[in-house]
């Protein structure tokens, strides 16, 4: 067979991550929120969601700024100029402007241009779902070296008069140049999603004749949300590992959206897994929805826990309902 007609794979070259430099810890949440009369406190957070702290983005700083620090890092760690991208796909549910795509708006921040570039919106899955698509892609040879980009600035959707959902979310990027290989790499993928369940997390408001309609803030059931995401995260992970061939023993890491501390715990003992395998960032960054998954993966290779070689599944749900698993050799 000739280098050509070799399978082609898609492995991850480098990863960056940014989070805004305004931490707001569980005590500072909680002063801001008591002013307005409302109880909460960082006992019931911390219990209820191991979460400690989020950054907030200053007012007016786009997703894309984010995006693009995270980006540039992650193309300085994979040796790559940004002239040599191809393709840039930005998970995000809060975008720039309603259009063009964030993608398009980083592309032109990092001063490259003609190549495709696209939004991905799938909320919290967003970041499997972009990589997935990015795998396709670049295992078709449609694109040789693509940034994959989760970046969101949640707190611009919050409504902080609704304790139950404002002490959940952060904002933040992170983001992975994935290049075409001859070797795995991604060695797997899947992506599901169920529209019944649209209102159990959604933010249901539109843009219509230069006015918003409906409420353009989050609106979430959380119990239901987390019965659905434990469930759904420990199906996904079977289901990929069977495609590979794999047990739930070749896992190194499990690296799964950071909403909840207790929907992680359930998700690895569904698996099996120990805690020790499983890369937790909720306490310090709380849940920064399509940005968590390559944040949490960017935290755990600069600590020096992922190395080269190591078996990873990452794992996404969110709105929508969506879900999905990516599993590769890193
Ligand atoms: C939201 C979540 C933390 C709530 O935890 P829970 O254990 O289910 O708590 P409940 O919603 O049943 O509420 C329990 C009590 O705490 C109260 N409470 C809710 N938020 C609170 C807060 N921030 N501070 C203090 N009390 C709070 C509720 O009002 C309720 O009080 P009541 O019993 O007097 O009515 C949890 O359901 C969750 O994490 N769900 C998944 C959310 C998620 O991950 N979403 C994103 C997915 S991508």
């Known amino acids: 067979m000739t280098a050509s007609l070799k399978p082609r794979y898609s492995r991850i070259a480098g990863t960056g991550g940014y989070l805004p430099s305004r931490r707001l810890t569980n005590a500072d949440l909680a002063r801001q929120l008591a002013a307005q009369g409302i109880a909460t406190s960082d006992e019931w957070i911390v219990e209820r969601t191991g979460i400690r702290a989020r950054h907030f983005a200053d007012d007016g700083v786009p997703c894309s700024d984010l995006a693009v620090r995270a980006a540039r890092q992650a193309l300085e760690t994979a040796h790559c100029k940004a002239q040599d991208i ?37 909320v919290c899955s967003g970041f499997t779902y972009a990589l997935a698509v990015a795998d396709a892609m670049l295992r078709t040879g449609a694109a040789h070296k693509a940034l994959v980009i989760g970046a969101e600035v949640f707190s611009r959707i919050l409504d902080f ?113 120990a805690m020790d395998k499983v890369v937790v960032t909720v306490d310090e960054h709380g849940n920064t929805s399509a940005a968590s998954i390559p944040l949490a993966l960017d935290v755990a290779v600069r600590s020096g826990r992922v190395a080269r070689g190591d078996t990873l599944l990452l794992e996404g749900v969110g709105g929508g309902f969506t879900w999905g698993a990516v599993l590769l050799d890193y």
């Open 86 to 122: 191809d393709l840039i796909i930005v998970a995000t549910s809060t975008p720039d402007m309603v259009f063009p795509s964030t993608a398009c708006i980083v592309q032109n921040k990092l001063g490259i241009h003609g190549c495709a570039a696209f939004d991905v919106q799938a």
């Open 161 to 273: 008069t609704d304790r139950t959902t404002c002490v959940l979310f952060g904002d933040g990027a992170g983001a992975v140049v994935l290049e075409a290989s001859h070797r795995p790499g991604i060695v797997a993928s899947e992506l599901h999603a169920d529209g019944r369940h649209v209102g159990i997390l959604c933010v249901p408001g539109t843009v219509s004749g230069g006015h918003v309609q409906g409420v353009p803030l989050l609106r979430m059931d959380g119990p239901a949300v987390f019965k659905l995401a434990v469930n759904v995260l420990e199906k996904v992970a079977r289901s990929v590992l069977e495609k590979a061939g794999r047990t739930e023993a070749d896992i190194d890491w499990l690296i799964p959206h950071q909403a909840n501390v207790r929907i992680m715990q359930g998700t690895a003992r569904k698996l099996k897994l």
